[in-house]
C-alpha cells in the first residue's frame, strides 16, 4: 500500500509549486485540492484521473476518499495552498488517517508570506531593524482570542494571517507607533496582485480603496520600508 502526499502548491503562480510537488501532481491518480486557493493551472497539470475540490467536503469525506484510493494502489496528492504547515489543517487529517493505518509525506511549499516578501522586495528579517518575524491571525469565527496587541508591542516583523476582512479592526487594535509602516498584499504571486504600502495608520483605508477585501496578508514593521529603516549590513558581507 502506497501513502498520501500533502502538497504544498506555493502561494499562486503555477511555477511556484516545487520540483517534486509538480512531479507528484503529474503523476497523481487522484487529487485532492483546495479550492479558492490554489492555481486553477495546477489542477489542470494534473494527470490525474479524479479530481475533487476539497472546499465542500469535510474533514470525515477527504479522509475517506484518501483511504479508499489509497488502498486501492493510487497516487493520491492532497493539495494544500503555500506551504502547508501554516493555517493549513493537514495535522488533523494526518491524525485521523494514521489512527486507520495510512501514511502521509509532506512536501513542503512557498508560503503566500514569502512571495509577499519577494512582493515587497524586503527581508523579514533585517540586521539592526527585525531580528524576529510573528506570523498571526485575528480572533474571529475560529478562533476565540488571539495576541495582536501584546506581539505588535515587540516591535518586530508581524505578519497577520486570514484577516483580510476585519482590517481595520486588526489595524486599531494594534499597538505600535502609528507611523510604523506596513503594508497588504494581495495575490501575491497571481497575476492580479495587487501592493499597497502605508502606515498603521492609514493601511487600512489605503488597501480598501485599492478593492482589497480577502486573500491578502497584512505585513507590520520597519522591514515594509527598508530604505528608511536604517539597517545593518549584514556580518557575513561586511
Ligand atoms: C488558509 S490560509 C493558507 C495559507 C497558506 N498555507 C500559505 O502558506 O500561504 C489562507 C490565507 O493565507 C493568505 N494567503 C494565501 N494565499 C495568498 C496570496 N497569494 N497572497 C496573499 N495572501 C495569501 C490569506 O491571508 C488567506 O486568507
Redesign the pocket.
Known sequence: MGKVYMV?AG??APDLITVRGMDLLRKADVLIY?GS?VNPVLVEESGAALKLDSQSMKLDEIVGAIEEHVRAGRLVVRL??????????IVEQMAELERRGIEAEIVP????????SA?LKTQFTLRDVSDSLVIT?PAGATLERDLIPEFSRLGQTMV?????ERMEEVLARVECPPETPAAV??????PD?KVVRGTVADIARKARAAGIE?????IIGKVVDPTTSGFGRSVLYS
Not at 80 to 89: E, F, I, M, T, V
Not at 160 to 164: D, E, K, P, R, Y
Not at 185 to 190: I, L, M, P, Q
Open positions: 504544498g502561494p499562486g483546495a486557493l494544500h495552498s503555500g506551504d502547508p504547515s501554516l493555517y493549513g489543517a511549499g512557498v508560503s503566500s508570506l514569502f512571495a509577499a512582493a491571525r497577520v494571517f486570514l484577516g483580510t498584499v494581495y495575490h501575491a504571486s497571481w496582485e480577502r486573500t491578502a496578508l497584512i
